[in-house]
Nanobody, 124 residues
Framework: QVQLVESGGGLVQAGGSLRLSCAAS????????MGWFRQAPGKEREFVAA????????YYADSVKGRFTISRDNAKNTVYLQMNSLKPEDTAVYYC?????????????????WGQGTQVTVSS
């Protein structure tokens, strides 16, 4: 098992920036890919971005491409999501997930470990 703890959420005005962190502990060597997802009230969990630990390959949802950047610090077992040019529609609880294998999946069911989430609210 791996434990994931997200942080960095908050309230920001449209056009602003936030950086989310996801710290992993436990059997981190068992998980090759980390993903960020978000879930707004009444909506299904939505893919945001994913990254592999070993090669740092990345994959983004079209809705965030060019605005968000996912990165990782292997020494700290931490994955980041830098979010720029935020829009009100980015408002959601953001979760990080971990999965085995290096395939950059956009399907939340592929991830079998989750953090508790961090709230991001973008005001217009």
């Amino acid at each position: 098992q791996v434990q994931l703890v997200e942080s960095g959420g908050g309230l920001v005005q449209a056009g602003g920036s936030l950086r989310l962190s996801c710290a992993a502990s436990g059997r981190t060597f068992s998980y090759d890919t980390m993903g960020w997802f978000r879930q707004a009230p009444g909506k299904e969990r939505e893919f945001v971005a994913a990254i592999t630990w070993r090669t740092s390959s990345t994959y983004y949802a079209d809705s965030v491409k060019g605005r968000f950047t996912i990165s990782r610090d292997n020494a700290k077992n931490t994955v980041y999501l830098q979010m720029n040019s935020l829009k009100p529609e980015d408002t959601a609880v953001y979760y990080c997930g971990a999965k085995a294998g290096g395939f950059l999946s956009a399907h939340w069911r592929s991830y079998n470990n989750w953090g508790q989430g961090t709230q991001v609210t973008v005001s217009s």
